[in-house]
């Protein structure tokens, strides 16, 4: 497994990987680009950590200030996937290693991430890492008919 930052290349692997991963079940708004270059404008080459195996893009990761305002240069919010076909492989443990690493590197001091309540495999996995919940917004979303929470976990460097 490769760990490196996106390039232009990329592109149509990560917009694949998203169109897969980003459901209902995932986020609670639909996450669609029309082509790779609508895709790159809003994720431009280098603004993501990819793990790659076999030349596949395997996983990905985004990171970035929550609110750019001096106060809150501190923290980073993001958002990971995992291609279904290479989950249970250590992709998102390596992914989230590498956070880890560019975090300390630039002096972060906390990681903040939300999840659907309803996603319990991904609040397993970051509870894992040693993500705590820091907040839970109720039934903050309808999906499918039913009521979600919206919850916020965090990890202090």
Known sequence: MIIRKSTQQDAADMLELEHLVWTPGTTPGEIHFENEA??????PAGSK?????????????G?????????N??????????????????VGSALMDELFRIAKAENKEKLLLRVLSSNEKAIKFYT???????GRLHKEF????DYVDDIFMA???
Request: overall charge positive.
């Open 38 to 43: 609508a895709y790159l404008l809003k994720n």
């Open 49 to 61: 950590v990819v793990a790659e195996i076999d030349g596949r893009v395997a996983g990905i990761l």
């Open 63 to 71: 990171y970035h200030s929550p609110i750019p305002v001096l106060a």
């Open 73 to 90: 240069k501190h923290v980073l919010t993001l958002d990971i996937a995992v291609h279904p076909d290479f989950r249970k492989n250590g």
């Open 128 to 134: 894992k890492l040693g993500f705590q919940v820091e």
């Open 142 to 145: 309808i999906l499918n008919g």
């Open 155 to 157: 990890y202090f460097l």
